[in-house]
Each structure stands twice: as structure tokens, then as C-alpha cells.
Nanobody
Framework: QVQLVDSGGGLVQAGDSLTLSCAASGRTASNLAMGWFRQAPGKEREFVAATSRNAGGFYYADSVKGRFTISRDNAKNTVYLQMNSLTPEDTAVYYC??????????????????WGQGTQVTVSS
């Protein structure tokens, strides 16, 4: 079992930055790949970013590439999502998730076993 707790969401203005955190506990989280997904109202949950278990690989959705950065601190069992140049289109509930997979499998939400409760990010224009 892995427990994930998302935090760091909030209301910001377009162009602002925000950093989300995901604290993992339970089964050795450092052995798992970690990802961030988001879900806007009326839309499906979509991939945002992921990092392999040893932080040797990083994967981003085209819509956030160059603006968002995923990182992890295995000593703290925490994964971060630094979000810059936010736009109203980034408004969504953001979820972190863990996966035993690697590589391009991390783009698929069906390859993740455990999920955080989500944290709301709202970007006003």
C-alpha cells in the first residue's frame, strides 16, 4: 500500500507560479515512478508530468512542456510539480499518482496504482 497526500493548490492569477507537493508513505515510494495528472470540470483526467523512480527520466505533456517541472526528493518521499506561467487553461484538480511501470507507460493513467486526493488549482485571467 502507498498513501499519497497532495498539497499546494490555490487561486492564482495568469502568469503566476505555484508548486504542488505530494508526500508518499507506506510501501517504499522511492522504488516507484511518480506522476501528476489533472482533471478539469467535464473533462477526462489527463497526464501532466512524470518522473522515473530514480529521477533519471522525465516526461511531460506538450501543453506544459517548458512551463512545468517535476522533481522528487527520495529522502523525503516527496514529489513536486513546479508550475510557471500559469494560464486559465491550467485550472483543474491536480492529482499525484504512483506507478511500478517506467518509460512511456507513465503517460497512461491506467498504469498508476495509487492516487492522491487531489488539490485544486484555479488560475484567473
Amino acid at each position: 500500500q502507498v498513501q499519497l497526500v497532495d498539497s499546494g493548490g490555490g487561486l492564482v492569477q495568469a502568469g503566476d507560479s505555484l508548486t504542488l507537493s505530494c508526500a508518499a508513505s507506506g510501501r517504499t515510494a522511492s522504488n516507484l515512478a511518480m506522476g501528476w495528472f489533472r482533471q478539469a470540470p467535464g473533462k477526462e483526467r489527463e497526464f501532466v508530468a512524470a518522473t522515473s523512480r530514480n529521477a533519471g527520466g522525465f516526461y511531460y505533456a506538450d501543453s506544459v512542456k517548458g512551463r512545468f517541472t517535476i522533481s522528487r526528493d527520495n529522502a523525503k518521499n516527496t514529489v513536486y510539480l513546479q508550475m510557471n506561467s500559469l494560464t486559465p487553461e491550467d485550472t483543474a484538480v491536480y492529482y499525484c499518482a504512483s506507478s511500478p511501470r517506467w518509460g512511456y507507460a507513465l503517460y497512461n493513467k491506467n498504469n498508476y496504482d495509487y492516487w492522491g486526493q487531489g488539490t485544486q488549482v484555479t488560475v484567473s485571467s
